[in-house]
T-cell receptor, first 116, second 117 residues
Framework: EAGVTQSPTHLIKTRGQQATLRCSPISGHTSVYWYQQALGLGLQFLLWYDEGEERNRGNFPPRFSGRQFPNYSSELNVNALELEDSALYLC???????????????FGPGTRLTVL | SQQGEEDPQALSIQEGENATMNCSYKTSINNLQWYRQNSGRGLVHLILIRSNEREKHSGRLRVTLDTSKKSSSLLITASRAADTASYFCATDEAPQIHSGGYQKVTFGIGTKLQVIP
């Protein structure tokens, strides 16, 4: 069974441009999560999608947005890129569990975004 | 301090020794998970311990959870050079579930473990 896939692997943009990152979850998983991991820092929660809806977002400005498609794949868009947006962006998927908390999240390899 | 804060931030040991990492959190949780990350790649799930469990084992891994102290520890026994990685705890907060609101999973900043051959 294929794991979570992300594309592209690396992305280099200049300040002010827009970046689009893509994620395909494991088959059967309806929840997709996006995290930002800046150098030397932990994972910062960005967005959570389930069944095509945004369920929650972290403490990031509105220029970070995304969507989830009917096939549960997801896209993260970052507008008006700033230098500090340079980071590893990780996508994870899990089945949606309504009670008892979620079980493990399965992570993709990440997209390394560099803003020059 | 933040939810899911690991301690120490970095740890260097000799191969064969045991490595212990700690995680503290602030809110009530449904479960706590430990993940491993090799040099800037995706995270790999290691073990999940639920709030009603106190200890769990998986191979050379042993996780404990003390909900009264809001802390967890990850013990790696007989460490190997291949265990060199960053280790993160992630807490799945409890209260929001019953409100039908979002469920929040929070990752800490991680412990960098180096196992020297």
């Amino acid at each position: 069974e294929a794991g979570v896939t992300q594309s592209p692997t690396h992305l280099i943009k200049t300040r002010g441009q827009q970046a689009t990152l893509r994620c395909s979850p494991i088959s059967g998983h309806t929840s997709v999560y996006w995290y930002q991991q800046a150098l030397g820092l932990g994972l910062q929660f960005l967005l959570w999608y389930d069944e095509g809806e945004e369920r929650n977002r972290g403490n990031f400005p509105p220029r970070f947005s995304g969507r989830q498609f009917p096939n549960y794949s997801s896209e993260l868009n970052v507008n008006a890129l700033e230098l500090e947006d340079s980071a590893l962006y990780l996508c994870a998927s899990s089945p949606f569990i309504t009670t008892g908390g979620r079980d493990e999240q399965f992570f993709g390899p990440g997209t390394r975004l560099t803003v020059l | 301090s933040q939810q899911g804060e690991e301690d120490p931030q970095a740890l260097s040991i000799q191969e064969g020794e045991n490595a212990t990492m700690n995680c503290s959190y602030k809110t009530s949780i449904n479960n706590l998970q430990w993940y491993r990350q090799n040099s800037g790649r995706g995270l790999v799930h290691l073990i999940l311990i639920r709030s009603n469990e106190r200890e769990k084992h998986s191979g050379r891994l042993r996780v404990t959870l003390d909900t009264s102290k809001k802390s967890s520890s990850l013990l790696i026994t007989a460490s190997r050079a291949a265990d060199t990685a960053s280790y993160f705890c992630a807490t799945d907060e409890a209260p929001q579930i019953h409100s039908g609101g979002y469920q929040k999973v929070t990752f800490g900043i991680g412990t960098k473990l180096q196992v020297i051959p």
